[in-house]
């Protein structure tokens, strides 16, 4: 009977009567189809899944230059799609940079940076530009001018901190000029070595470090992609973002898709730079890149996540500033083109939302995908109500950081809900799970995944609970098919089905059985995208080394 069903699958198939180039065999595939169907093998061909079986089935379609990689017993889930990550601008910089993602204590921490003092000599700047937060060290704080200076040297370092805080040490602050509180913007401050206050001042202050060169730029958007590969992450939603302009800023990515070396699927927003003027901004910049310009590896998507700067984190806007928004917000759907909003607030998001519907009563907007980013706390009524519009729900890892912050404001009942996951798939609220890497958050999907299903903040501490903490088949769906939606093409990735893309990992352990804390510490061992390994470590190594 399963043998029937396979060979019924395979004849649907327009790829049908073609040997695989490629048969993965002797695993547990989670299909992550509707029937939630595990099989034993898959079979890749022209970039496509060509079938899906027991080994038998499988092996039974292999020619003569067919490859077969045996899995050894291995998981193998489609491709992660992480949907909101700032993964264009980490690029860039992933060459120079210092990461602190994943480390334990401070003291780790100066090891990374002496490390990398030692590996680019003196006067270079020791840059880490985020993706850690002081809970996750043993020592529950933030590292001292003193401790930097030790482990950089003679040579100058800057530590920031999502965008509130960053520190310098000594020659770091003399290479930039800066004194004291004078030569920072303000509202500024300044003490032992840190510079503290929002987020304009932070944003800034980065624009005064130097940049890579662009061969720097090039090589770390290579690095940075295959460093996703071994995360199993197979595409990203790019929304923009500070310290990113709209012109040169995206070249290094496309120097990379050109040379047909991008390893994941990059579809990319658009975001305003100029404060009041951003409806003239994003005519030009889109005057020649319609609404899904590009391929299947590298996608113009639309506006965001900063649409107009008034409304960036606007509990109470004006009428001005609302009608402003509306006459960008009708602009986009005149011209078919997603839209994502940065909107933190449910108990505001109601501006937004009415907006919405005023410009879907002028020019529909239901088969337009736009979406809310970073709305923690989502009432069953906002999800209601941007389900009724078809307007999907990014969510990210803010209460991860501030989880605890979070349940301090509004009590433990409030926080076990936030975010409402299982509420939106019920619903039938469009979800997609990411990161909003990498200066606030990490780019780790599994740090992700792990914080869905346990609950507990980087502290440790347990803040979600109850109704909320998905299954983990369902936690799975936000980062992959869920994901996959806001980009268009849920119809051809985000599950292993026939006729898809074959976008895969090959996990280090079971991610359906492996103890919940040991989830964060999964990766990769085998990755492909449109059936091209990507990635491969271990017994896998040569396979990547081949393509």
Same mark, same amino acid.
């Given at each position: 009977?399963?043998?029937?069903?396979?060979?019924?699958?395979?004849?649907?198939?327009?790829?049908?009567?073609?040997?695989?180039?490629?048969?993965?065999?002797?695993?547990?595939?989670?299909?992550?189809?509707?029937?939630?169907?595990?099989?034993?093998?898959?079979?890749?061909?022209?970039?496509?899944?060509?079938?899906?079986?027991?080994?038998?089935?499988?092996?039974?379609?292999?020619?003569?230059?067919?490859?077969?990689?045996?899995?050894?017993?291995?998981?193998?889930?489609?491709?992660?799609?992480?949907?909101?990550?700032?993964?264009?601008?980490?690029?860039?910089?992933?060459?120079?940079?210092?990461?602190?993602?994943?480390?334990?204590?401070?003291?780790?921490?100066?090891?990374?940076?002496?490390?990398?003092?030692?590996?680019?000599?003196?006067?270079?700047?020791?840059?880490?530009?985020?993706?850690?937060?002081?809970?996750?060290?043993?020592?529950?704080?933030?590292?001292?001018?003193?401790?930097?200076?030790?482990?950089?040297?003679?040579?100058?370092?800057?530590?920031?901190?999502?965008?509130?805080?960053?520190?310098?040490?000594?020659?770091?602050?003399?290479?930039?000029?800066?004194?004291?509180?004078?030569?920072?913007?303000?509202?500024?401050?300044?003490?032992?070595?840190?510079?503290?206050?929002?987020?304009?001042?932070?944003?800034?202050?980065?624009?005064?470090?130097?940049?890579?060169?662009?061969?720097?730029?090039?090589?770390?958007?290579?690095?940075?992609?295959?460093?996703?590969?071994?995360?199993?992450?197979?595409?990203?939603?790019?929304?923009?973002?500070?310290?990113?302009?709209?012109?040169?800023?995206?070249?290094?990515?496309?120097?990379?898709?050109?040379?047909?070396?991008?390893?994941?699927?990059?579809?990319?927003?658009?975001?305003?730079?100029?404060?009041?003027?951003?409806?003239?901004?994003?005519?030009?910049?889109?005057?020649?890149?319609?609404?899904?310009?590009?391929?299947?590896?590298?996608?113009?998507?639309?506006?965001?996540?900063?649409?107009?700067?008034?409304?960036?984190?606007?509990?109470?806007?004006?009428?001005?500033?609302?009608?402003? !928004?509306?006459? %960008?917000? @009708?602009? #986009?759907?005149?011209?078919?083109?997603?839209?994502? =909003?940065?909107?933190? *607030? /449910? +108990? $505001?998001?109601?501006?937004?939302?009415?907006? !919405?519907?005023? %410009?879907? @009563?002028? #020019?529909?907007?239901?088969?337009?995908?736009?979406? =809310?980013?970073?709305? *923690? /706390? +989502? $009432?069953?009524?906002?999800?209601?109500?941007?389900?009724?519009?078809?307007?999907?729900?990014?969510?990210?890892?803010?209460?991860?950081?501030?989880?605890?912050?979070?349940? /301090?404001?509004?009590?433990?009942?409030?926080?076990?809900?936030?975010?409402?996951?299982?509420?939106?798939?019920?619903?039938?609220?469009?979800?997609?799970?990411?990161?909003?890497?990498?200066?606030?958050?990490?780019?780790?999907?599994?740090?992700?995944?792990?914080?869905?299903?346990?609950?507990?903040?980087?502290?440790?501490?347990?803040?979600?609970?109850?109704?909320?903490?998905?299954?983990?088949?369902?936690?799975?769906?936000?980062?992959?098919?869920?994901?996959?939606?806001?980009?268009?093409?849920?119809?051809?990735?985000?599950?292993?089905?026939?006729?898809?893309?074959?976008?895969?990992?090959?996990?280090?352990?079971?991610?359906?059985?492996?103890?919940?804390?040991?989830?964060?510490?999964?990766?990769?061992?085998?990755?492909?995208?449109?059936?091209?390994?990507?990635?491969?470590?271990?017994?896998?190594?040569?396979?990547?080394?081949?393509?």
């Amino acid at each position: 009977m399963y043998r029937a069903i396979c060979i019924l699958m395979l004849a649907a198939s327009p790829l049908a009567g073609q040997a695989p180039e490629t048969i993965l065999v002797n695993g547990a595939v989670v299909s992550l189809d509707n029937d939630s169907s595990i099989h034993q093998a898959v079979a890749v061909h022209d970039g496509r899944i060509l079938a899906l079986g027991t080994n038998g089935d499988i092996q039974s379609l292999a020619g003569e230059s067919t490859e077969v990689i045996d899995l050894g017993g291995r998981t193998v889930i489609p491709g992660l799609i992480d949907s909101h990550i700032h993964a264009i601008r980490a690029a860039r910089s992933f060459a120079t940079e210092v990461n602190w993602i994943g480390t334990s204590s401070i003291p780790e921490a100066m090891e990374r940076i002496r490390v990398k003092a030692e590996a680019v000599g003196p006067d270079q700047w020791l840059i880490v530009a985020g993706g850690w937060d002081e809970e996750q060290f043993e020592e529950k704080r933030r590292p001292s001018q003193a401790e930097l200076t030790a482990a950089a040297g003679p040579n100058p370092a800057y530590v920031q901190l999502g965008y509130s805080w960053a520190l310098l040490t000594p020659r770091g602050l003399e290479m930039l000029g800066i004194r004291g509180a004078e030569d920072i913007s303000a509202p500024g401050r300044f003490e032992n070595g840190a510079i503290s206050g929002p987020a304009s001042v932070i944003v800034g202050l980065f624009d005064r470090l130097p940049s890579p060169t662009y061969e720097e730029q090039v090589e770390g958007t290579r690095l940075f992609f295959r460093e996703l590969n071994r995360l199993a992450i197979t595409g990203v939603g790019d929304p923009g973002g500070n310290n990113l302009a709209a012109g040169t800023d995206y070249h290094p990515l496309f120097d990379v898709w050109r040379s047909g070396d991008l390893t994941v699927r990059v579809v990319y927003s658009l975001g305003s730079q100029t404060a009041g003027n951003e409806l003239a901004e994003f005519q030009d910049m889109t005057g020649m890149t319609p609404m899904g310009f590009g391929d299947d590896l590298l996608r113009f998507n639309g506006v965001g996540e900063r649409v107009t700067a008034a409304m960036n984190n606007n509990d109470d806007p004006s009428d001005s500033e609302l009608e402003r !928004f509306y006459d %960008v917000a @009708r602009w #986009v759907a005149e011209r078919g083109m997603s839209m994502t =909003v940065h909107w933190p *607030n /449910d +108990a $505001s998001v109601h501006h937004l939302l009415d907006l !919405f519907e005023q %410009v879907d @009563r002028d #020019v529909p907007i239901d088969d337009l995908r736009w979406s =809310v980013a970073h709305l *923690n /706390d +989502a $009432s069953d009524a906002t999800l209601e109500r941007m389900r009724d519009m078809g307007v999907g729900w990014t969510v990210q890892l803010g209460m991860y950081y501030g989880g605890e912050g979070f349940r /301090d404001r509004v009590g433990d009942r409030a926080s076990a809900r936030a975010p409402a996951v299982v509420t939106a798939q019920r619903l039938g609220t469009p979800t997609g799970m990411g990161t909003d890497a990498h200066r606030v958050a990490t780019y780790n999907p599994f740090t992700a995944l792990q914080w869905l299903l346990d609950g507990r903040t980087i502290g440790g501490v347990q803040v979600r609970s109850g109704s909320e903490i998905p299954s983990r088949e369902a936690a799975l769906r936000l980062y992959t098919i869920g994901s996959a939606w806001f980009s268009h093409d849920d119809d051809r990735r985000g599950s292993l089905e026939v006729g898809k893309y074959a976008d895969l990992a090959v996990l280090s352990e079971d991610y359906l059985t492996v103890p919940v804390n040991r989830i964060g510490g999964l990766e990769s061992v085998l990755t492909m995208v449109g059936g091209k390994v990507v990635y491969g470590s271990g017994e896998f190594e040569d396979l990547e080394s081949r393509d």
